[in-house]
């Protein structure tokens, strides 16, 4: 009963009275912390560099657009690894590792046009007048899909892939599905895996000076510097209130 008693208060759960079992949670807040996050927890931002017109010019400053319409983003990483081997050993000594390769895909729903014609580059070039042209998501420069989680206990993390290139896309029509999906799969120069953003309680609660300033070091790091002395998390859930809430 003590080892029962012992995990349950590392986990936070609740305390174990040996005579009647289990008593109500104490700790709730560290029980919620270690919260998942599902896809409707998850938010996906394109941030599209400069683009350059036909002319050799920059006509476009970029853009930043929240991606509703996708609605499953993937990846996987493969580096490749080189055995050493020597006279009079069978086995490897050793291993050489070799370059990286980051790849995915992404899924959208189709609602009723092409999901990158959001772009305003991509607009205007629907819009001119000397000539039709549909420019294709592999004509877009490398860009960053930045993926940001905050679900109702308060749990915030964030993780970001770079330079993504699109390589394929494909799209079926059937009479069979009820829904129109349009599929791309991608290269990509790098990764952020997801961080977690720590809130104002878990940053200057039970912590020594020197975890709280390594706290604030990884929010600064995962999602730039604080602005006015306000917080990451208060800054993202602003984001979420004014953008996704209030429209």
Known sequence: MENITNTAYTQGLSSVNPNTGYTASYDMESALSNMSFSGADTIATMII???????GKVTSAGDVIDIGELQTISYSIHRENSPVRTLGHSNVRAFIK????????????????YAFYKIKQYRDYLARSNGFFAPLADMLPPFDVVLTFFNEYGNASKMKIY??????EGQTMSIDDLITEQTYTFMARGIQPMVHMANEKEQYGNTTKEQSDNILNINRNVFGDTDNGETVTAMYSNFITDRVING
């Open 98 to 113: 070799g370059g990286r390769t980051i790849a995915g895909s992404l899924i959208f729903t189709v609602f009723n046009e």
């Open 49 to 55: 560099p400069p683009i350059m017109g036909p002319d």
């Open 163 to 168: 330079g993504i290139t699109i390589v394929d």
